[in-house]
């Protein structure tokens, strides 16, 4: 069993910034990716950022310059710091562990997901 907890969310004005946090606990040996999803009321969940085993990160266009993704392999957490949020970045955040190898196999885990609010 793997669990994921994220923390770090919450109320800020426009211009301010957060720091989402999500650690994985449980039966695991390694992990291939960590991503941050969102999805905002009557929207399709996508993809914030992603950083894998090796440190390489992908980014969606509107975080682009905004957002960083970071990972601390051996604690199995991953971080999201947002600089400069936006009206339009409110939405519920998901964590989300690809290709986590443990005693059951192989699979994805998400997270609870953690709400940031953005005021104007």
């Known amino acids: 069993q793997v669990e994921l907890v994220e923390s770090g969310g919450g109320l800020v004005q426009a211009g301010g910034s957060l720091r989402l946090s999500c650690a994985a606990s449980g039966s695991i040996f390694s992990i291939n990716a960590m991503d941050w999803y969102r999805q905002a009321p009557g929207k399709q969940r996508e993809l914030v950022a992603a950083i894998n085993s090796l440190g390489r990160t992908n980014y969606a266009d509107s975080v682009k310059g905004r957002f960083t993704i970071s990972r601390a392999n051996a604690k199995n957490t991953v971080y999201l710091q947002m600089n400069s949020l936006k009206p339009e970045d409110t939405a519920v955040y998901y964590c989300?562990?690809?290709?986590?190898?443990?005693?059951?196999?192989?699979?994805?885990?998400w997270g609870q997901g953690t709400q940031v609010t953005v005021s104007s």
């Open positions: 989300a562990a690809m290709g986590v190898t443990g005693m059951m196999g192989r699979s994805d885990y």
